[in-house]
Nanobody
């Protein structure tokens, strides 16, 4: 059972920054997989936040463009999400996910998911 583990969440004020990390368990490689961050707020559907393909190409949901940056380090098997200028509406549980197929991953159908890390932004 592959394990993905998120970290870096917390409670911040609006305008502040956080960096989320997602590490894979030993024996699992990110190298050929698309990786993504999703989030789900209370009473809301899960939404894709950012995706980075195996070739490094990225996509973002409109609400975070210019504020969030997704990156990956294949040698460390770690995925990152740098979140700047945070807003209260960014508050949610953030999940990382991985899949060989970026399209399937962006649709929320990735093979592997983490347990989530909570981000709370107060005004």
């Amino acid at each position: 059972q592959v394990q993905l583990m998120e970290s870096g969440g917390g409670s911040v004020q609006a305008g502040e920054s956080l960096r989320l990390s997602c590490a894979a368990a030993s024996g699992y490689t990110f190298k050929m997989r698309a990786l993504a961050w999703f989030r789900q707020g209370p009473g809301q559907e899960r939404e894709g936040v950012a995706l980075i393909d195996a070739d490094g190409s990225t996509r973002y949901t409109d609400s975070v463009k210019g504020r969030f940056t997704i990156s990956r380090d294949n040698t460390l098997n770690t995925l990152y999400l740098q979140m700047n200028s945070l807003k209260p509406e960014d508050s949610a549980m953030y999940y990382c996910a991985a899949d060989f197929l970026p399209r399937r991953l962006w649709l929320g159908q990735g093979d592997y998911w983490g347990q989530g890390t909570q981000v709370t932004v107060s005004s």
